[in-house]
């Protein structure tokens, strides 16, 4: 079967020529306009759409939006915020860093409308530390909203006030991690909180109920108002509903941005049909289908088990060409559709290398906090980087799977799960060439990259 | 005594047995209470949970309802409600029990959550317990004997972290040893209020430090040494001094102020290594200042008095003592007796001052209050003087109506038990007037100016009781040995009564009591041996009119504070 057409939501205008990323531009192409009809309605009507349109978040856990909304104490009496999530930093991502420099009016927008439906008088956009560009772009976008009297006091002149903040992050991973931003954002080391009982939606930033959500979803949010939620419900299939933009790098012919309905697109149309196919003379050996955390899928491997279509219950067995790239069939093979970066590792490629590498990431960006996962991201590193670049013991492959088994279900955040979920599968899925890796390694060219 | 209001009860099932714990009460309190061991590091009763450390991991699982019909789920096998365990392990710490609530602490998911993170504390600590000062109490050496593998998985080379590192005056630390558990920080940030550590560098580079241009300096830092699972935070004073399980504990009580912190003394063969708080949940939590942990270098002080002395010459304790009795018979004696002196001490002084017809004095010590554990009346005892009738007002700091007693000829001879009459306010020239007995342990103006000089012993050198400033009294025990030549205030005390010819008072603590509580309302009924470790409080009515100094420490409020709440609410 061909791919399907790419269907433009979010990325609509992104690498448009002639496109702008100030507020002109933006309000020529219509924007600002689903604002003015959302600050007409009753905001509980706002969250209602939300809900029907079966949004789920696009930061990574692929929580259902709406619900995660109608989870904030609102009779506590203290203030909400919310938070655009623009940390993005897990590997192999690369979305919200266009949105924010294309097309940040989108996203102002997509917050201003999330604001109004959930009584926020104040949002803060936290942005990656290594963005100081899109920082600016977002501080400028603001300032001409905010002219616009579409940000700022008495928006449109309902009577209704909202601030925007810009706040650049601290330069890690977890400030990524929902309650580590929090803790961020005011001012501190970005430590993960333990919940219960700080749960955002109740003790949140500054201890008052807050909703963190990722950029994009904020930006569909936009979409959704505008067409209706159950309108907006109809893109995709039923549970995975909306766009999902997929940033596809690696070894294919053509990795970039791609956005297609989701589940619609299998893995196989993604990378064959839509990237181009394994560069010449490889072939894919594995990827990783939702940022680097994800567990790793080997070309060749089957998956076998029931899945729900509408009502009835059907077989499925398929490779990992067959998989359709949504949350629910990524989760039922044993991966993830996470925040939709899709990493392709070919033949050219040694998985005790790429582990070796993923688990360098980790190590340096675990928080420590928590024991499990600050002593065993940096154990599995030290093992990994040993292989690699001193002595390998067949042993090791053992090792480094039961290390990983003492992490996930344990910790704080999760990271925990992040960190260790590479390592587990790398090792089941590809444990011959973990044990196999010292004798492989004695006929490796001297010239050879190091990776670590 | 006032009845604690009763706590709404909660019934939790912990390893299949009921218990019922008070609301708001977490897994490992309440395994506790059915002396179920739930190890842990990171938690600690008095401060807020932070659940880093995740040896604490329980399985744990609630009542089922029917998600329609909100009725109970019944499980076929048991016939009781069916419990939905979560398939992960939860912290202890951080759970607080929920009507139901369903614990296993050691299944075999329990033990494999526990053996992976010891295993994970292990990898890189420097394991050099054998030069370490934490060893014998330290938590990772107990748990390791209890969930550690017995061999190491790790061939990889150790983190290397700063060794010794002075983190204020104080205290040491190892940063090697340092489990990242962040009590410390947490103590200094919620307890001491001086928020002055942090961690620096991420992950298992995690470094504990003080902030830029800060140190820990403040009263309390030795706490975080007590509290430090691990020796990564070692006391600079007790530091390779002595190995803890050489050290016999004796229960004391702080005499710097009138908060009556409980303590324990660390002694060896006589001498004392360090003092360490215990834990009163009514006075002083698990706390201790720092100032009171130094107190113990008075024991072999320089300056302490171990010679008897008659007009300056040494003599025997008898000698000196019939030298005594005669200035005592010759009337117009005074007495000035302390609020650092125990009640058993103060009682016996009582009935000195009845026999000879004296009155009774106290010299205040006061100075301002940390609003922690150091109160504004830095006599350990003033309300034991009270108690007993030796004094029926508060002290002044300056002994002015005794001044002018001396001056104008009334008085011939000064009783001082322990309290230095000069610096209270009375000149050379008003002591030369009268004969002084000298009753103390260190030599000062007065003792100096002394006829007599009858040397006695230290708190740390024997037993009595303190009433603290809730009117808790509270008793304290000899950890050592007195010196040769000093003699228990006691013995001294009731010879002294003796030599005036109404009654021969026992003179050792246990003997004395039925006769304080015979004389003494507030403490008719007791006994020393019944007086629990963490004290009784007594009817303070009598005295609640009186304008004692203390403002608010930790859980103290002055009566004024009370009743002007009391006024706004
Ligand atoms: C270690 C870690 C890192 C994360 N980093 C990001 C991030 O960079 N951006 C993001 O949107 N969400 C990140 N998340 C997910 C957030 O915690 C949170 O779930 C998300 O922002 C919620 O937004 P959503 O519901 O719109 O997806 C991270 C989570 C973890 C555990
Ligand atoms: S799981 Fe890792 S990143 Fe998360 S709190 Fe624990 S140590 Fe920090
Ligand atoms: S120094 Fe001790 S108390 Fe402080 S964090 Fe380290 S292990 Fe915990
Ligand atoms: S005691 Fe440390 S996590 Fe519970």
């Known amino acids: ?452 | 005594m006032i009845a604690a209001p009763k706590p709404d009860l909660v019934t939790v099932n912990i390893d299949g047995v009921d218990i019922s714990v008070p609301k708001g009460t977490n897994v490992i309190e309440a395994a506790k209470l059915l002396q179920k061991d739930v190890p842990h590091y990171c938690y600690h009763p008095k401060l807020s949970v932070a659940g880093n450390c995740r040896m604490c991991m329980i399985e744990m699982g609630t009542p089922a309802f029917d998600p329609a019909t909100k009725a109970p789920v019944t499980d076929p096998a048991t016939g009781k409600q069916k419990i939905n365990w979560i398939p992960r392990p939860q912290i202890g710490c951080g759970t607080t029990v929920s009507p139901g609530l369903h614990v296993k602490t050691s299944s075999s998911m329990v033990k494999d959550a526990r053996e992976g993170v010891m295993e994970f504390l292990l990898i890189n600590h420097p394991l050099d317990c054998p030069i370490c000062d934490q060893a014998g109490e330290c938590k990772l050496q107990e748990q390791a004997t209890g969930y550690g593998r017995g061999y190491s998985r790790f061939i990889e080379e150790k983190n290397v972290k700063p060794k010794r590192t002075q983190l204020g005056p104080r205290v040491t630390l190892d940063d090697e040893r340092c489990i990242l558990c962040s009590r410390c920080v947490r103590f200094s940030k919620e307890i001491a209020n001086d928020d002055v550590l942090g961690f620096v560098d991420r992950g298992s580079y995690s470094t504990l430090t003080c902030h830029p241009g800060k140190k820990l300096e403040n009263n309390y830092s030795l706490n975080t040494v007590d509290i430090c699972p691990v020796g990564a935070l070692t006391s600079t004073d007790f530091r390779f001094k002595m190995r803890v399980w050489f050290l016999k504990q004796t229960n004391t009580v702080d005499i710097e102020s009138s908060v009556g912190v409980n303590a324990v003394v660390w002694s060896r063969e006589g001498t004392i290594y360090r003092l360490t708080p215990r834990r009163n949940d009514e006075v002083n939590d698990t706390w201790m200042p720092d100032s009171g942990r130094i107190l113990y270098k008075q024991v072999a002080a320089t300056d302490r008095l171990t010679a008897v002395k008659l007009n300056g010459s040494d003599t025997s304790l008898d000698i000196a003592l019939h030298a005594a009795a005669a200035l005592l018979k010759a009337g117009s004696v005074s007495i000035v007796g302390s609020g650092r002196a125990s009640v058993e001490e103060q009682f016996l002084l009582k009935q000195l001052a009845t026999a000879t017809g004296a009155q009774g004095h106290l010299v205040a010590r006061t100075a301002s209050g940390d609003k922690l554990l150091i109160s504004a009346d830095r006599n350990p005892n003033v309300r034991g003087a009270l108690v007993t009738g030796l004094i029926s007002q508060l002290p002044c700091a300056e002994l002015k109506q005794l001044s002018r007693d001396i001056d104008e000829g009334k008085i011939k001879t000064v009783v001082s038990h322990g309290e230095d009459l000069h610096a209270a306010g009375l000149t050379a020239a008003l002591l030369a007037k009268v004969a002084v007995i000298y009753i103390g342990t260190h030599a000062n103006a007065t003792s100096a100016a002394a006829n007599i000089i009858l040397p006695t012993l230290h708190t740390f050198e024997k037993a009595g009781t303190f009433v603290n400033q809730q009117f808790r009294i509270q008793k304290f025990y000899a950890a050592v040995p007195a010196p040769q030549g000093a003699t228990n205030d006691l013995v001294v005390l009731a010879k002294l009564v003796a030599s005036t010819g109404t009654h021969t008072p026992a003179s050792e603590v246990h003997a004395l009591w039925p006769a304080i509580a015979a004389a003494v309302p507030a403490l008719a009924t007791m006994l020393y041996k019944n007086i629990p470790d963490t004290g009784l409080l007594l009817d303070a009515t009598p005295w609640v009119g009186l304008p004692f100094v203390e403002g608010e420490t930790l859980h103290y409020k002055p009566a004024a504070a009370i009743a002007a709440e009391a006024a706004r609410s």
């Open chain 1, 1 to 452: 079967m061909p791919a399907p057409t790419q269907h433009r939501l979010i990325f609509q205008h992104i690498d448009e020529p002639g496109y702008s990323n100030d507020i002109d531009c933006y309000l020529r192409n219509g924007g600002y306009e689903v604002l003015k009809k959302a600050v007409a309605q009753k905001p509980e009507d706002l969250r209602e759409e939300v809900k029907k349109s079966g949004l789920r978040g696009r930061g990574g856990a692929g929580f259902p939006c709406g619900f995660k909304w109608s989870l904030v104490d609102r009779k506590s009496g203290k203030p909400i915020y919310l938070i655009v999530n623009a940390d993005e930093s897990e590997p192999g991502t690369f979305k919200d860093r266009y949105i924010m420099h294309q097309d940040p009016h989108q996203l102002i927008e997509g917050t201003m409308i999330s604001c109004f439906a959930n009584d926020v008088k104040q949002a803060y956009i936290y942005i990656r530390g290594e963005m100081p560009e899109g920082a600016r772009i977002l501080e400028k976008a603001i300032a001409e909203a905010r002219a616009q009297n579409l940000v700022g006091p008495n928006i449109l002149g309902t009577g209704y006030s909202c601030e925007i903040f810009v706040h650049r992050g601290a330069g890690a991973y977890i400030c990524g991690e929902e309650t580590g931003l929090i803790e961020s954002l005011e001012g501190k080391r970005a430590n993960p909180r333990i919940k219960p009982p700080y749960f955002p939606a109740v003790l949140g930033l500054y201890q008052c109920p807050t909703i963190v959500n990722n950029v994009e979803t904020l930006c569909h949010v936009k979409h959704i108002v505008q067409q209706g939620g159950a309108e907006y419900a109809k893109i995709g299939t039923p549970g995975n509903t909306g766009t999902r933009i997929f940033c596809v790098s690696g070894h294919v012919q053509r990795p970039g941005y791609y956005e297609f309905p989701a589940g619609t697109i299998t893995m196989g149309q993604l990378l064959n049909d839509v990237c181009g196919g394994p560069l010449p003379g490889r072939t894919f050996k594995a990827v990783i289908p939702g940022g680097s955390s994800a567990k790793v899928l080997r070309f060749g491997e089957r998956y076998k088990g029931k899945r729900k279509v509408g009502t009835d219950m059907v077989d499925y067995d398929w490779g990992v060409e067959d998989v359709p790239m949504d949350f629910d069939s990524l989760a039922m093979i044993g991966s993830m559709g996470g925040s939709g970066g899709v990493i392709v590792m070919d033949d050219s490629v040694n998985m005790v290398e790429a582990l070796a590498n993923i688990n360098a990431f980790y190590q340096h960006e675990s928080c420590g906090q928590c024991t499990p996962c600050r002593e065993g991201s940096l154990w599995m590193k030290k093992i990994s980087s040993r292989m690699v670049h001193g002595e390998a013991r067949k042993e090791d492959a053992a090792l480094l799977k039961s290390v990983a088994d003492q992490i996930p279900g344990r910790t704080i955040c999760a990271f925990g799960e992040a960190c260790s979920w590479p390592t587990q599968s790398f090792l089941i899925k590809f444990k011959d060439e973990f044990e196999g890796y010292a004798e492989a390694k004695k006929n490796l060219p001297a010239d050879r990259l190091s990776l670590v």
